[in-house]
Each structure stands twice: as C-alpha cells, then as structure tokens.
C-alpha cells in the first residue's frame, strides 16, 4: 500500500518568514496530494491540494509543489503570521476500486514565533 | 449548513464495553470515511462508504463495524472496546466529482481504561 513521510514533524520559524513541509510518496499511481490543517481540538482542514497533472500550485501565501519523478510534494507559507501556528498533514491518494482512499503523512507542528 | 457533526465529543469506556460513535453530514455528499488519530500520528482510515447500503474496510477495520442506512448517517460500532482504540475518531464526507476535498467533523476522543 502507499506510505507517506512527512518532514519536519516540529518547524519554529519567526513571523513573516517562510515556512516548507516536505513529503514523500511511494505508489507512483498516487494523484493527487492535499494538504490538511488541524487547529487545537478540531478536524483538519484542506488548505490546498495538487492534482498530478499539475507541478506548481499557489494561493496567496500558500503553495504546493509536486516532483512526481522523484516522488515528493512539498507546501511552501510565505510571509508566515501568528494565525499559522497549526499541525499541517500531507496525504496521497489515488482511486482504489470505487473510492478513493487518503494515506496521510504524520503531521508537522508549526509554531510561528512573534 | 452545519457540515459534518459527531457526538460524543467525548467518552469514557471500560475495557469489554461497546458503544455507537454517530457521524452525520448535511452536504449531500455521497462519500463517508472514518478515521482514527493517535497522538503524534497521521490519520487511519478505519471504513468507508461509497453509498447507503455500502461500506468496505479500509487499513485499519479490526474491532470496528459500520453501516450506512441513509445518505446522511454513517455510525461507527465499536464492540468489546480495549485500550488499544483510545483515540481520536474524526468522520468526514466528500463529493467526489470534480473536488475530491474531504470534509471532516470535530472528532470524538475516546478513553479505554
């Protein structure tokens, strides 16, 4: 099955400085890739995500960009704001039968410093 | 709209006991999974349901059953509970034409001593 590895699991990063996340994929049928963003005590939110046809992706300060011979994606925060602070996931996903299934990377703490 | 909504938010359970986690959403949306997060890991899909009346295992099914009885519902059944599922529970729902976002609800955090 897909495995993801996400880095850094912690990333401190004083505000309005730029941020990166990292991820890899292993299942090259893998395509699409979201990004999720999960505030203390709530569900995780999709911020972006990037579809495999595609290798850059932006929305203001967020975006995404995806190597697929190399099997990694990655998420890009400029101009990082207190508001950020949040635990990002990576995922990868591709259509298994009639649904289709996100493997999720285990998660990156962002903490933005005043 | 109010999305996807679970209750309890949390509970308590002794080992061998069984309860029902509720996951209702209001978008129409045909898709329904069940996750499991533990602390410091990514999220586990337990099951999903494609529509009412279907459901299929996903990585992680063990001690854990569904049903999906209408477009809306789609509970999650854990029976005999042990220490091993304390966690916390999201559900989530998606469309799956055109975006293929996946909603998620609040979670349920769950206790097994």
């Known amino acids: 099955g897909e495995n993801v590895e996400q880095h850094p699991s912690t990333l401190s990063v004083q505000e309005g400085d730029s941020a990166v996340i990292k991820c890899t994929y292993s299942?090259?049928?893998?395509?699409?890739f979201p990004w999720y963003k999960q505030e203390l005590g709530k569900g995780p939110q999709l911020i972006i995500d990037i579809r495999s046809n595609v290798g850059e992706k932006k929305d203001q300060r967020i975006a995404v960009t995806l190597n697929k011979t190399a099997k990694h994606f990655s998420l890009h925060i400029t101009e990082t704001q207190p508001e950020d602070s949040a635990v990002y996931f990576c995922?990868?996903?591709?259509?298994?039968?009639?649904?289709?299934?996100?493997?999720f990377g285990s998660g990156t703490q962002l903490t933005v410093l005043p | 709209n109010a999305g996807v909504t679970q209750t309890p938010k949390f509970r308590i359970l002794k080992i061998g006991q069984s309860m029902t986690l509720q996951c209702t959403q209001d978008?129409?949306?045909?898709?329904m999974y069940w996750y499991r997060q533990d602390p410091g890991m990514g999220l586990k899909l337990i099951y999903y349901?494609?529509?009412?009346?279907?459901?299929d295992k996903g990585e992680v099914p063990n001690g854990y059953n569904v049903s999906r009885s209408t477009t809306e519902d789609f509970p999650l059944r854990l029976e005999l509970a042990a220490p091993s599922q304390t966690s916390v529970y999201f559900c989530a729902s998606s469309y799956e034409q055109g975006s293929y976002e996946q909603y998620f609800g609040p979670g349920t955090r769950l206790t097994v001593t």
């Open positions: 978008m129409n949306h045909n898709y």
């Open positions: 349901s494609v529509g009412a009346g279907i459901t």
């Open positions: 299942d090259s049928a893998s395509n699409y």
């Open positions: 995922a990868a996903s591709r259509k298994t039968g009639s649904a289709r299934q996100l493997t």
